[in-house]
């Protein structure tokens, strides 16, 4: 925006209808607003930051959400799947998993993984591919960018999946699709949890990677959601970057299922009345 008010105001004074010096006046006055704009932002972010923090929320479900309440969802979404993948390529390489440190990881994505590793090797033999095939350096030289990118991006889902496991605390049940999704629900809330398949999820999968429907939120997996959780009447469940919503019940995928019924009842049976 501030780019073409600058090319407006070059326009007018080129054809003499804008003074040079006022001008620049017009052109320091816009990037003051924008600045005491930004600021007031970034500040509104950070107090919602710090309360989600201070409320259990990891910190980067608690990053998204307080950017979600400044930023439009598009540019929120780009966030997600950038940044996301970049920290968790970091998380990965340095071999640690974003949970608290008393909490109790259930794993979850072990087709996902297969699947991504699969895609991952397909993207440099395409690259290869395009080098003996394409004749044009130009459009190779693109794909051969765009092969780069998608490999890494594609590795950035993959590390999202490896360092970001579902997990419950004393506090939370957290459950998530690596750095592009995540629920949370208070472990005090949760009633039961059961094996239940679903695998309908296509419809509100197109609209986001958590589906909120009659009171179930679902975080489905490539198959759908195997596991069931049934809460209290009109729970709130933190959606990552789209605030609570009121849920009778969570849905979810995980790989080892018994082991995560009996982490789950533990954990529950174990919190203090």
Not at 125 to 140: Q, S, Y
Not at 145 to 161: D, P
Not at 168 to 181: N, Y
Request: hydrophobic share 50%; no cysteine.
């Amino acid at each position: 925006m501030t780019f073409t008010v600058i090319a407006v105001e070059l326009t007018l004074v080129a054809t003499g209808v804008l003074d040079l010096g006022d001008a620049v006046l017009i052109a320091t006055g816009i990037e003051i607003l924008t600045g005491v704009l930004a600021l007031s932002l970034a500040m509104a972010a950070r107090v919602v930051y710090r309360r989600l923090r201070r409320s259990g929320v990891p910190r980067w479900d608690a990053f998204l959400e307080a950017a979600g309440t400044v930023l439009p969802r598009p540019m929120l979404t780009l966030i997600r799947h950038e940044l996301g993948g970049f920290m968790s390529i970091a998380l990965l390489v340095r071999g640690r998993k974003d949970v608290p440190a008393d909490a109790t990881v259930i794993r979850y994505g072990a087709n996902q993984k297969i699947f991504l590793l699969t895609m991952m090797f397909m993207g440099p033999l395409e690259i290869f591919l395009a080098e003996l095939l394409v004749p044009w350096p130009w459009l190779r030289t693109g794909l051969l960018v765009l092969g780069i990118y998608g490999v890494l991006w594609l590795f950035g889902v993959y590390a999202g999946v490896h360092t970001r496991p579902h997990y419950i605390d004393g506090e939370h049940l957290v459950i998530r699709t690596g750095h592009l999704a995540a629920v949370s629900v208070d472990v005090g809330a949760v009633r039961s949890v059961r094996r239940e398949t679903h695998d309908s999820y296509q419809g509100e999968k197109a609209k986001g990677m958590v589906s909120v429907k009659d009171g179930v939120v679902a975080v489905p997996g490539m198959s759908g959601t195997v596991l069931a959780v049934a809460l209290g009447p009109e729970t709130p469940v933190r959606v990552q970057g789209r605030g609570t919503v009121p849920a009778r019940a969570l849905r979810f995928d995980a790989d080892e299922l018994e082991s995560a019924i009996r982490t789950i009842k533990e954990r529950v049976e174990a919190r203090p009345l």
